[in-house]
């Protein structure tokens, strides 16, 4: 009895025995298996990330480029602005700079064939006067000067359109110096001079005594007709620079209505 049951016994523990396994031991993976197992995702997740980054660089482009374009076109609507301030102050100044020519060029007239009336004294006091004028072109260069100090000169990006804008302010510029040296040269030399022989006073110039010796004598002084030709020489210089930069802003006027046109 007792050996049929430890047979028993014997054979249910062979059993057990016989289908519990251990589990298989893990499969070892190299990186080499790895990349062939898994390189469609590797794939397919650095093409999403690429991607993402063009896209993202695209829209920043995208938005950048609209930006300036803006900023663009608010400059280019500004140095228009300027530059019919520039052109309405080119116009009264060479307007008055060529009365004053012509008066010049009448007191030279008088000068080379001289009358000998002391009754024309008041009208050369008049011409006196209206040669000591001295107009003046002041360009509006605040837009231009803010594209250069702040450094968005790169925004304009028509080349011919830049070189013009340079030709342009380099030439209001030269008209300034030339200005400022016509100035010093009035003040300095014609200026004390006129002023000793004629009345500058608007209200006066109707009731002024010629100096002694009368008008043969003032007309006969080769500093009289120097200082003239000085001032008639000078303005006409001017002249010549006003209608040249008019001419510069007229193109740059046409070019700056073109590109915002654009």
Not at 130 to 151: E, N, V
Not at 170 to 195: C, K, L, M, V
Not at 206 to 212: A, C, G, L, R
């Amino acid at each position: 009895m007792e050996e049929t049951i430890q047979e028993n016994e014997s054979v249910n523990t062979g059993e057990v025995t016989d289908t519990i396994k251990p589990p298989p031991p893990p499969k070892k993976h190299t990186v080499k298996g790895l990349i062939r197992e898994m390189w469609p995702a590797y794939l397919i997740e650095i093409i999403v990330i690429i991607l993402g980054i063009s896209i993202t660089l695209a829209l920043e482009e995208w938005r950048d480029t609209v930006k300036e374009r803006k900023l663009e076109t608010i400059y280019l609507k500004n140095l228009l602005a300027d530059v019919d301030v520039d052109l309405q102050s080119l116009k009264n100044a060479s307007d008055r700079t060529q009365i004053l020519l012509n008066r010049g060029n009448e007191l030279l007239g008088t000068i080379r064939n001289p009358t000998g009336k002391d009754s024309l004294f008041a009208s050369i006091n008049e011409d006196v006067r209206a040669i000591l004028d001295r107009p003046k072109f002041i360009s509006s260069d605040a837009t231009f000067s803010d594209l250069k100090s702040s450094g968005n000169l790169h925004l304009i990006k028509d080349i011919g359109l830049k070189n013009l804008l340079f030709a342009y302010y380099n030439e209001a510029q030269h008209i300034r110096e030339i200005q400022d040296a016509e100035q010093q040269a009035t003040i300095i030399i014609s200026g004390s001079y006129f002023i000793k022989l004629f009345s500058l006073d608007d209200q006066a110039r109707q009731s002024v005594i010629p100096p002694s010796g009368g008008i043969p004598q003032i007309l006969k002084s080769t500093e009289f007709e120097n200082n003239v030709y000085l001032r008639v020489t000078n303005r006409q210089e001017l002249l010549d620079i006003y209608q040249r930069t008019d001419a510069l802003a007229v193109s740059l006027k046409n070019e700056l209505v073109k590109k915002i046109g654009e």
